[in-house]
């Protein structure tokens, strides 16, 4: 009996990933599971770039309101969502399509969790002490030396993460891309075939700075403003999610409109350049050049390897 198939698709934020997903799983009569650390977030959804209401509705989609703002995603809890969701679809004779740009949960669904990388009290109250003088883009500026994967995908100011990296290389000798880099027993089994949407920087730009523009004048500061006056503010800032931050900011007149995109834009740039390396790195994958072809081009060359 063949193994079951899974097909993924990934790629930076902006990328076109979300369409040429929607056009895979049509075509091979296959069901959606998110894949995007944001998107499972049932609260949030102009500023995750979500399927479309119509798309959701035209087929079915899995895990991309699984979770409500306060709940903590970790790579461990995608991983064991993704082996139900995709179990069910297996059942009904259909193939799962994962889509999304989050590099650690498809591997952690891919290829299942190591074992935990150690800690180590001492050490981390020692980089914690060295953060508060250095400040952390001088840990992260030592992290690229010695875990250069792990540094690419942290932003220089990500405080908690840049040191827990550091405590793990202090504490074990090996860096944290060690410990995720550990084969497992997959986590969904089958044979999957993963596909990743790449434009070209300038053409990535272009998106980003069109999306952004959607974003602000289809709902994203009525819908923050909403989850303000729901109580959600303090778990929507706990988040820090790109674009929800500077609507926050714009209610709270710390920015103007015109600010708030610019700094949206400048930080999904920053996230999708550490999305690619990620990518480029970290995964295996059949690279597709999406351009200005739309779904169109990489649907049917992901066709064509499908066979």
């Not at 998110?34 to 119509?54: H, I, M, N, W, Y």
């Not at 932003?155 to 497992?184: F, K, N, Y």
Request: charged content about 25%; hydrophobic content about 40%.
């Amino acid at each position: 009996m063949d193994a079951p198939r899974i097909v993924a698709v990934v790629g930076a934020t902006a990328t076109g990933k979300t369409d040429l997903g929607e056009a895979l799983a049509a075509s091979l009569g296959g069901e959606v599971v998110c894949a995007d650390s944001r998107q499972v977030f049932r609260e949030l959804e102009v500023g995750t770039g979500k399927p479309a209401p119509a798309d959701r509705a035209a087929r079915p989609h899995h895990l991309f309101d699984a979770l409500s703002l306060g709940d903590r995603p970790s790579a461990g809890w995608y991983a064991s969502a993704a082996v139900i969701a995709c179990r069910d679809i297996h059942s009904r004779g259909r193939t799962p399509v994962l889509v999304g740009g989050s590099g650690l949960w498809l591997r952690a669904a891919q290829h299942g969790l190591s074992g935990e990388p150690p800690h180590d009290p001492q050490v981390r109250a020692r980089l914690q002490a060295e953060l508060e003088r250095d400040g952390p883009e001088a840990l992260h500026a030592r992290l690229v030396l010695v875990d250069p994967a792990t540094a690419a995908r942290l932003s220089p100011r990500d405080r908690q993460r840049i040191t827990r990296a550091l405590e793990v290389h202090e504490a074990s000798g090996r860096p944290l891309s060690w410990w995720h880099g550990r084969q497992g027993e997959p986590a969904v089994a089958g044979e999957w075939r993963v596909f990743e949407l790449t434009l070209t920087l300038h053409q990535l730009d272009e998106r980003i700075a069109r999306r952004t523009r959607w974003m602000f004048e289809t709902g994203l500061v009525e819908e923050t403003r909403a989850l303000v006056g729901a109580g959600g503010e303090p778990a929507l800032r706990a988040l820090r999610a790109v674009g929800y931050d500077e609507a926050l900011e714009l209610l709270a007149g710390r920015l103007t409109r015109a600010e708030a995109e610019e700094r949206t834009n400048l930080r999904t740039r920053q996230l999708a350049k550490r999305q690619r390396t990620w990518f480029r790195h970290q995964v295996e994958a059949v690279r597709l050049e999406g351009g200005g072809r739309g779904a169109a081009g990489p649907l049917q060359e992901a066709l064509a390897l499908l066979g």
